[in-house]
Each structure stands twice: as structure tokens, then as C-alpha cells.
């Protein structure tokens, strides 16, 4: 799986709209951008994934860039609750047998 | 659907005592694993099961068993409890063979003293 690469924190304002930068310059052409998030002591959730065009659903929106070496997550409007470790994940859509790879992400904190 | 569920949410074992951390799911998944997180690290995956019957190994197996005789239920097994096992353990269930989206239960806070 590609490496990838999160500023380990950033904080954003309640109401407004939180981006999260991914780097993934080495992901191939059969790889996937997923997303997850863990709020303190829960279990991981997973947002959104996507292979080149954008995705939005009701957690969030995807955008990767046309060479796809990197994609931002957008929470539209951030709440208090958003306040979460925040992870970006690169995977072939075929998976494997190994787990989920979890990296060090990016702590959001989202500020009243 | 309640989802993912785990039990118990808190647990308290001597070393050398045995216990089994219990995960259900209503998904009719048929992919399930069970993770352990320690403070300031990422998950690494203990077993996983990609059906009912079929079990594997993950990063970490060592101290632990599993079974999968439904596909609701998959029950992890310390047979020995040692404090190195202290840690948060998480189940989780993921509806196709590829494994990328997974969901999570809520997780089991252990500690071996």
C-alpha cells in the first residue's frame, strides 16, 4: 500500500468548513483514498473513499487532485463532536488478507 | 441494525487468568477481525475471519484464540492473560472480501495487572 503522508494536527472553528490534506505520491493506479476517524476512546469510523473523481456523501467530501498524488477531506460544517483523530489510508480496491494500516493522521480539533 | 457490539466495555484480569471478549454484528457481514490498540500506536490485527468456520492469523495472534462458528459471532479467547495484553481491543465487520470499509464496535478497555 501507497505511504501517506498528514500534518499531525490542525484546528478549525465550529460552523466552519475543516480540510484535511493527504499526501500519497506514490499511489498506483489501482489504489483507493479512504478515509477514517477515531473520537477519543471509540472505535475507527470510516468517512468516505474514493479512486479519482470526487465523492461526497452525508459524513463528508473527497477531493483528489487530477494527478492523484494527494486529496483533501472536507467536513462542510464542522461541529464539536468532528473533534477527532483523522486518518487517510491508501488501499488496492482488491484489499488483503493484512489489516487496516492506521498511521499517526491528523489530530482536528474543532474549537467553539 | 445495531452494528457492531462488544462486550464487556471494562475488564479487570489477574495474569494467568482466562477470559473471551465477546463481538456480535447484524450485518450479515461476512468479514471479521479483532484488533488491538496501545496508547500512542496504531491498530495491529490479532485474527480475522472472512467466514463463518475460517479463521487466520494477523500481525499479533500470540496469546490469543478465536472461532467463527455463525457469522454473527466472533468471540477472542485470552488463554492466559499476561500484562503485556493490557490494551483497548477492537472488533470490527466489513461486507465485502476486500476488507477496506470496515466497521468498528465500540471496543473492550483491558488491563492485566
Known amino acids: 500500500d501507497a505511504k501517506t503522508t498528514q500534518p499531525p494536527s490542525m484546528d478549525c472553528a465550529e460552523g466552519r468548513a475543516a480540510n484535511l490534506p493527504c499526501n500519497h505520491s506514490?499511489?498506483?493506479?489501482?489504489?483507493?483514498v479512504y478515509w477514517y476517524r477515531q473520537i477519543h476512546s471509540q472505535g475507527p469510523q470510516y468517512i468516505i473513499h474514493?479512486?479519482?473523481n470526487n465523492e461526497t456523501n452525508e459524513m463528508a467530501s473527497l477531493i483528489i487532485t487530477e494527478d492523484r498524488k494527494s486529496s483533501t477531506l472536507i467536513l462542510p460544517h464542522a461541529t464539536l463532536r468532528d473533534t477527532a483523530v483523522y486518518y487517510c489510508?491508501?488501499?488496492?480496491?482488491?484489499?488483503?488478507?493484512?489489516?487496516?494500516?492506521f498511521g499517526k493522521g491528523t489530530h482536528l480539533i474543532i474549537q467553539p | 441494525n445495531a452494528g457492531v457490539t462488544q462486550t464487556p466495555k471494562f475488564q479487570v484480569l489477574k495474569t494467568g487468568q482466562s477470559m473471551t471478549l465477546q463481538c456480535a454484528q447484524d450485518?450479515?457481514?461476512?468479514?471479521m477481525s479483532w484488533y488491538r490498540q496501545d496508547p500512542g500506536m496504531g491498530l495491529r490485527l490479532i485474527h480475522y475471519?472472512?467466514?463463518?468456520?475460517?479463521?487466520d492469523q494477523g500481525e499479533v495472534p500470540n496469546g490469543y484464540n478465536v472461532s467463527r462458528s455463525t457469522t454473527e459471532d466472533f468471540p477472542l479467547r485470552l488463554l492466559s492473560a499476561a500484562p503485556s495484553q493490557t490494551s483497548v481491543y477492537f472488533c470490527?465487520?466489513?461486507?465485502?472480501?476486500?476488507?477496506?470499509?470496515?466497521?468498528f464496535g465500540p471496543g473492550t478497555r483491558l488491563t492485566v495487572t
Open positions: 475471519s472472512v467466514g463463518a468456520g475460517i479463521t
Open positions: 506514490t499511489i498506483s493506479g489501482n489504489e483507493y
Open positions: 489510508i491508501v488501499r488496492n480496491r482488491g484489499g488483503g488478507a493484512d489489516g487496516l494500516t
Open positions: 474514493g479512486l479519482k
Open positions: 450485518m450479515n457481514h461476512e468479514y
Open positions: 470490527a465487520s466489513s461486507p465485502d472480501r476486500a476488507r477496506n470499509e470496515q466497521y
